[in-house]
């Protein structure tokens, strides 16, 4: 079961009601970050050093544990896509 959490686009966001936190970002050498609570770490089923996959939606942005066969699965779908490019037009109409 995949785990999500949406952040909403505040550059000072809030994190869950009960916790009532804000998040700031913090510059982390040549880029920006934010830190995340353990709690919120916790939350989402992610741990130190695991990869989070992030994705942009109307309200935000929003998180999410990386599946480990996800790329292998969209590498599949490319190949059909390429292989059946004139169906797949032909069926868009």
């Known amino acids: 079961m995949r785990r999500q959490f949406r952040l909403p686009p505040l550059f000072s966001i809030r994190y869950n009601a009960r916790m009532n936190g804000a998040l700031r970002i913090k510059k982390i050498g040549n880029s920006a970050g934010i830190i995340l609570p353990k709690e919120l770490l916790a939350q989402l089923g992610a741990e130190v050093g695991e990869t989070l996959s992030v994705v942009t939606t109307p309200r935000g942005i929003e998180l999410s544990v990386e599946e ?18 004139r169906a797949l037009r032909e069926l868009a109409k």
Do not use: S
């Open 68 to 85: 480990p066969d996800f790329e292998a699965q969209m590498a599949a779908a490319r190949e059909v896509m390429a292989r059946r490019k």
